[in-house]
């Protein structure tokens, strides 16, 4: 038996060596064939997949400083080819926009078939074009934006009440600001909130939010080696699922309150919200495990990135007093220390644009924004990129080019503020600042999460002064990040807040 055994196991290493061996061949001769984009030597078998490092948004810059802004990787079974500059960026996602809005289809987001209803991963096409426009019309159009002013006034307001409650204690920002963000979505989505500080139950939601995207941020074997997938060797996919269906129970009893409330015709909202307008559709081709998957991706993706963009405009207004002073100063001319901030009063607030800006340059939340798949064999620059090929768009690499930014390593808000960049916006035509991508793919969110941002940096900055706790320098504070698909800081930013107006105005 153990001979039999020993067989078997010799057959498969040697079959696997053989299959890898002539991968290697078929790979170099094709490379030479199709004129692929330059990029660094691929060991066999694993290709470059050692030269992402824990950081891949880092190395890849690095990389692309040596062999170029469209550069060619080897990642285990899979072609990349990695941008790195706003030229190669406009290529990709203005001139070749239609042939490189596919979609590679990670393991991650196969969960629980996540991705047959999935914004972010279904492939360019028909299906995917009513899943967006239902989304944009119902949550993100002007229209809607506007009628739904009052929830994001009132969330922002609880915010604000929450930390004065809390004055004189050490507030952690992220905590503070991703349930906040959820509350927001949720309220949107099932006119409910689906946070209740006072509920131990939230605290294990916002942990499943997180260590479900964590996880899916990983470097995944399985993506790079299909034939791995059913071994999932670094258990992604696993630990992914049991924190979805942590997450599924909390959405199924809002989803199912609904049904019976919409049998019975009672204690319904007075106008449909965007829960109803999916139940609608069920009576079509939409399921309600399509519901559910849709539901999750819209608030994961509607807190999480929300959430570190502010956290990391607190850190750097923290870390540069200057700055905080200079923001404050304009909110007070502009407002007064007579009433809270409104959302009307963001498009008279010039410098926390600029402020904005800058946090979104030097930390932008998808720093290699979700890879796009060439449909079709295409020429970019003289270049042929395959059919197929994963196409990353190194967004941080962009931010922080020394051939567009001066000083591009220093926060810095007045280069948006006066100068060469004082016109240039985030909304996808302006390719050195991407930090939504853009093309057909371009974020849909990014109109709530424009408002969301700058209102409330805003109101914390004007309602409070801000400082660290005892023992901490801010011209010492922790700066360092934690890679992923959202790209947040590695130590959380807790800090102490102090009030600026009169006591009945929070």
Partial sequence: ???????????????????????????????????????????????????????????????????GPLMTLSLGMKTAVVVSSSEMAKEVFKTHDQNFAGRILIEAAKILSHHESSIAFAQYGDYWRKLRRIATTELFSPTRLQALQHLRRDQVSQTIRMVFDKRGKSLNIAHLVFYEGLNLMSNAIFSKKLFDPNNLDSAELRNAFTESLRLAGKPNLADFYPFLRFLDPQGVSRGVAVHSKRLHKYLDVFIQERLEARRQGVGLPREKDFLDILLDLTAHDFTLVNIRALLLELLSAGSDTTTTTIEWAMVELIANPHVMRQAQKELEEVISFNRKVEESDIDHLPYLHAIVKEVFRLHPALPLALPHRADNTCEVVGYMIPKHAMVIVNVWAIGRDPKIWKEPLKFMPERFFNGEYSKMKYKGQDFELIPFGAGRRVCLGLPLAHQMVHFTIASLIHSFNWTLPIGMNHEKINMSDTFGIVLKKAIELHANPTPRLPNHLY
Avoid: C, H
């Fill in 1 to 67: 038996m153990e001979e039999q055994w020993l067989i078997w196991l010799s057959a498969l290493l040697s079959s696997t060596l053989s299959y890898f061996l002539l991968d290697l061949i078929r790979r170099r001769k094709k490379k030479r064939r199709e004129n692929l984009p330059p990029g660094p030597p691929a060991w066999p078998i694993v290709g470059n997949i050692l030269q992402l490092g824990k950081k891949p948004n880092e190395s890849l810059w690095a990389l692309s400083q040596k062999y």
